[in-house]
């Protein structure tokens, strides 16, 4: 019986854990890791001080339906990943009855494109019992449970992949709220896909759980759930009496509250998901907040004077900072509470933040023991800043460590900073002369010399404006110096340096002065003197046009003069074609002050064919800044013999006489390019071939043939030439 007794004790004492009250409050989160794999979390925010083991689930069954007909999905087995404490914001504002935990349980899924495909997206649901006991605003808070809600939307959409994860809000902190004092916190998120984020207050969900222990923690069905019954006086837009009540700002996510009452209550946030205009998902957070009766805590307070100065800045006022006044401003802070950790900040309203610096005291005690009662600082402005006439704040900001929240003063600071007047810097050279005019072997030489009359940095510094100085032997280095600087230029006139006719080199002094280059410039221009008369080419031809037999040789003769004794050289060129290929030569001698030249060729077929030739005979110097090249140009054409330009006999008396004895032509031409003698063929009157010969000097005897007209052909290859020849004896 003992045994029975113990047992069912037993037994009764872990069903009391499994229903313990323990939830603060959680969330669901859903995260895109790759391709369709994604990381479903659950965070659960435990009551340490209230809840008990029993109650620390080692896993969660998350159930997915479809929203468009509360279809079941799927079920996800989360397990528990870490178990952690929920931090304060003021370590010292810690108190015995607020201990929060953050249990984690999370596990990887893929959620397949041929399931997860519905235009309505999805949600997830987890049910749990039971919440705090204490709770002061719902109906029966310790039989009051609680469902961690979320919607997302399908993973593909359009025949596409659609990628997202859901908001994921910042961890809650174990603060708790004063009685009649302001408390704010942010309860905002951040969206990995840049998607808009919209936040209100929505009543808890209650869900299907209960406080048996049978259905404490039950397998979550599909929605709509039921929400928690309220208190009277308590609703969705009072969840939190007070002035305000608890509020959340829209856009920022950040929670206000002046809770009029002590106790603990719940209350409940939902993130909207929207894209493009379009709502994707939502998350819900339920929480709660203590609020106590704490004791009164004074706020800080701050004020500042212009260094110099004897009376405070009044809010409001606009302080002027011209070039002779300081440029800093003594800020002095304190609260009245006794022992109070102050800390000074300072926020630019409309400007950078890198344009003032602190020192002296920004952090202390202050009303302590033999301690100081105030603490002070300064803040000084950038030599550089100018508002440029715009009025500029800045917030200097003094809070102390108060619990549950620390309070603060704020004074705005309005301002105007006129620039500090700044000089440009001077460039000098060492010579007065800006134009210099020069021959082969002068020399430029000066001294660049940079100032500043503010005495900030200034460089020296040159650049060839129509030419690369690096070209030429000018030699200068430039330089850095506070205040001043100077370094030498010289230029050493080659022959090089005469090429050109004018130069042009820009001299700079720069100063930086507030991130703004203040220059000034000198120019200085060097111009080249080259007296040079061009050189004379002459040849001993008188006309430049020549009409040239085949095979007639041409020569002619080329000299080149020059006054100023440069040095000569001369050469041929064919216009569009190549000499050596002509059977062409030209042969030259070079020197200072004269050059010959010898043009060889004998007219040919490859000339010929060419038709008209012109060949450039060519005379340049050597010199600094050479005259333009002296030209000659001869044309030629090749002339070749008519083959049909002659005479043959037309009789011939064989008969011993040693007069007229053969038929023969010595007057027949030459071949010719086109034309080249084959053969010649001579016929009676029958046709028939009495004589033929390949011979150019052919002799027929008329042996063998009966007086008469005999006909004859001569081919030419191109052409034949026909004729006659009567043979009397």
């Known amino acids: ?64 339906f479809d929203k468009l007909n509360n279809r079941f999905m799927m079920d996800v087995q989360l397990p528990l990943r870490s178990d952690t404490y929920v931090n304060y914001t003021d370590i010292a504002c810690t108190i015995g009855e607020l201990r929060t935990r953050r249990i984690v349980y999370s596990q990887d899924v893929v959620l397949s494109p041929n399931m997860f495909n519905s235009p309505q997206g999805y949600y997830m649901a987890w049910e749990r019992c039971c919440r705090n006991r204490t709770i002061n605003n719902i109906v029966m808070p310790d039989a009051a449970g609680q469902v961690f809600y979320m919607e997302f939307p399908p993973v593909t959409r359009n025949g596409s992949q659609f990628v997202n994860s859901s908001p994921r809000l910042f961890p809650p902190l174990s603060d708790y709220a004063c009685a009649n004092e302001l408390f704010y916190y942010d309860f905002s998120g951040t969206d990995a896909d840049g998607d808009s984020l919209v936040y209100d207050m929505v009543t808890p969900l209650n869900g299907f759980a209960t406080a048996d222990p049978t259905n404490a923690a039950p397998i979550a069905r599909p929605a709509p759930y039921p929400e928690v019954k309220w208190l009277p006086g308590y609703n969705r837009e009072n969840q939190i009496q007070g002035t305000p009540p608890i509020i959340i700002e829209k856009q920022t996510g950040r929670l206000t509250v002046r809770p009029d009452r002590i106790g603990l209550f719940v ?10 205009g379009v709502k994707i998902g939502e998350v819900r957070r339920d929480f709660q907040l203590l609020v106590k009766d704490c004791p009164r805590n004074e706020s800080p307070a701050v004020q500042a004077r212009v260094n110099g100065q004897t009376t405070n800045y009044k809010r409001g006022d606009v302080i002027r900072i011209s070039p002779e006044d300081s440029r800093c401003l003594n800020v002095e802070f304190t609260d009245p509470d006794p022992n109070s950790r102050i800390t000074l900040y300072a926020r630019p309203v409309n400007f950078s933040s890198d344009l003032y610096t602190f020192s002296g005291t920004t952090s202390g005690v202050v009303n302590g023991p033999g301690g100081q009662e105030s603490l002070n600082a300064t803040v000084c402005f950038d030599e550089c800043f100018d508002t440029e006439g715009q009025v500029f704040k800045l917030n200097l900001i003094v809070k102390d460590n108060g619990c549950s929240l620390p309070r603060q003063d704020t004074l705005q600071v309005s301002f105007v900073i006129d620039p500090i007047p700044n000089e440009p810097p001077s460039i000098q050279l060492s010579k007065p002369d800006r134009l210099f005019t020069v021959v082969e072997g002068d020399v430029i030489d000066f001294n660049v010399l940079g100032f500043d009359a503010d005495n900030d940095e200034v460089t020296i510094s040159a650049r060839g404006l129509n030419f690369d100085m690096n070209s030429l032997p000018i030699n200068f280095q430039g330089g850095s110096g506070i205040g001043q600087v100077q370094s030498p230029f010289s230029w050493q006139i080659d022959c090089e340096t005469l090429r050109q006719d004018t130069y042009q080199i820009e001299f700079t ?53 020059d006054l100023d004794g440069h040095l000569l050289s001369m050469l041929a060129r064919g216009e569009n074609f190549d000499l050596d290929k002509m059977g062409m030569t030209f042969t030259s001698t070079g020197g200072l002050g004269a050059a010959t030249g010898k043009f060889n060729w004998v007219a040919n077929c490859d000339a010929f064919q060419q038709g008209v030739l012109r060949v450039d005979f060519i005379l340049q110097e050597d010199a600094c800044a050479p005259s333009p090249l002296q030209l000659i140009t001869m044309e030629f054409k090749v002339k070749v013999p008519d083959y049909r330009d002659f005479t043959p006999p037309n009789i011939f008396t064989p008969n011993d006489d040693g007069l007229n004895d053969f038929f023969e032509i010595p007057g027949m031409p030459a071949d010719a390019c086109t034309s080249a003698f084959q053969h010649i063929r001579i016929y009676n009157r029958w046709g028939k071939e009495v004589f033929a010969s390949t011979a150019h000097n052919f002799k027929w005897d008329g042996k063998d043939v009966n007086d008469g007209v005999y006909y004859y052909v001569i081919d030419y290859g191109a052409d034949k030439f026909r004729g006659s020849v009567t043979l009397v004896r």
């Open 509 to 561: 002094a720069t100063s930086m002065v507030c991130g703004e280059e203040l220059t000034r410039t000198e120019i200085i221009e060097v111009r080249t003197d080259y007296p040079n008369q061009p050189p004379v080419l002459t040849t001993d031809k008188q006309v430049l046009v020549f009409e040239v037999d085949l095979n007639e040789p041409f020569e002619a003769n080329f000299d080149g003069t």
């Open 1 to 64: 019986m003992k045994h029975a007794l113990l047992l069912l004790l037993c037994l009764l004492m872990v069903s009391l854990q499994a229903v313990a009250t323990h939830i603060v409050g959680g969330e669901l989160e859903i995260e895109h890791r790759s391709g369709y794999t994604y990381r479903i979390t659950m965070n659960l925010y435990f009551d340490d001080v209230n809840g008990t083991q029993g109650a620390r689930d080692a896993s969660a069954n998350i159930r997915i």
């Open 267 to 276: 209350f409940a946030v939902r993130v909207q998901e929207y894209r493009n």
